[in-house]
């Protein structure tokens, strides 16, 4: 979060976020900005109106992402108590609550119950309320792009509803992209180069780990294969997601537990790991294994 505060420090002093990363090789970090524009703009705007230090920036946010939090644990309770399932859903809700990933990101303030929040919104009224759900992936997407895997699995719902002339499936990739698209518009204007090439970083970075211990396999391949980097490192991961679109695609699953796959190949399987990674299977999770169950109206 210091250095969404600084990114937004610089936009003020007319600095283009994303010009940096162009002094390096796109290989070694040096804190570049790797998020779309809605976090750095948020803490510009929130200096602008006078709360000037990064721990006025921490005052605005918690109380934020706490919000998201509560409403991520309320979500939970609802798909499990329109299933019946109260005991089973306090469990699930109380875990996602009280983990030591969700208290490791309350601890370091990651944006990460923010983006989660508006995923599983998504997820729960895709099918109900279609246009509203792909807007709310599309802020998940503008705020924190992890959940840029689960894509794949969105244009497959929408290839199978869509109408004669696929008119559903444009005009739905088109709501995906508008909160990322909208929000990067002046920066790609302003430096095309250093936006693409920053925020498509993290696909090119050095593998990098916050539990050393326990790297990924592409890691440790790379000690005796050094041109296992990059992009090449991910092919496994990329396979393993491929099977579980494939999966959806074919009707085996559905887009819940597709999409809990999905996110836990890509925790297992990137070459770079943080702490707060853990919380984006673990919330789907609960919701994946009652997906199947048949809804009942309470």
């Known amino acids: ?41 948020l803490s510009a705007l929130v200096q602008k109106l006078g709360f000037l230090d990064y721990r006025d920036w921490l005052y605005f946010w918690r109380p934020m992402s706490f919000i998201f939090h509560a409403g991520i644990v309320g979500l939970t309770l609802r798909y499990f108590q329109q299933r019946r399932l109260w005991l089973l859903g306090t469990a699930a809700a109380t875990i996602l609550m009280l983990s030591r990933w969700s208290i490791y990101i309350v601890r370091v303030h990651h944006l990460e119950f923010a983006a989660i929040f508006f995923l599983i919104l998504s997820l729960v009224f895709l099918r109900e309320k279609t246009r509203l759900a792909l807007f709310m992936f599309s802020l998940s997407l503008g705020i924190k792009q992890i959940a840029i895997f689960l894509l794949p699995l969105y244009l497959i719902f929408l290839w199978k509803k869509r109408d004669k002339y696929g008119k559903t499936l444009i005009s739905g990739f088109l709501i995906i992209l508008s909160v990322p698209l909208v929000t990067s518009l002046p920066f790609i204007v302003w430096n095309a180069e250093g936006f693409f090439k920053s925020v498509l970083f993290s696909a090119t970075r050095l593998g990098d780990s916050h539990i050393e211990g326990a790297p990924s396999i592409d890691i440790i391949l790379s000690q005796d294969y050094p041109w296992l980097v990059g992009l090449r490192a991910k092919l496994l991961m990329l396979l393993l997601m491929g099977l579980a679109y494939l999966s959806f695609l074919r009707e085996k699953v559905g887009i819940f537990t597709a999409a809990t796959v999905t996110m836990m190949a890509f925790l297992y399987f990137n070459s770079v790991l943080f702490l707060q990674y853990f919380i984006w299977p673990l919330s789907l999770v609960p919701f994946a294994m009652v997906e199947g169950r048949r809804l009942i109206k309470s």
């Open 1 to 41: 979060m210091y250095y969404i505060w600084l990114e937004g420090k610089r936009i003020i002093s007319g600095e283009n976020p994303y010009a940096r990363v162009l002094a390096g090789n796109l290989r070694e970090n040096d804190k570049y900005a790797t998020y779309f524009p809605i976090a750095y703009l």
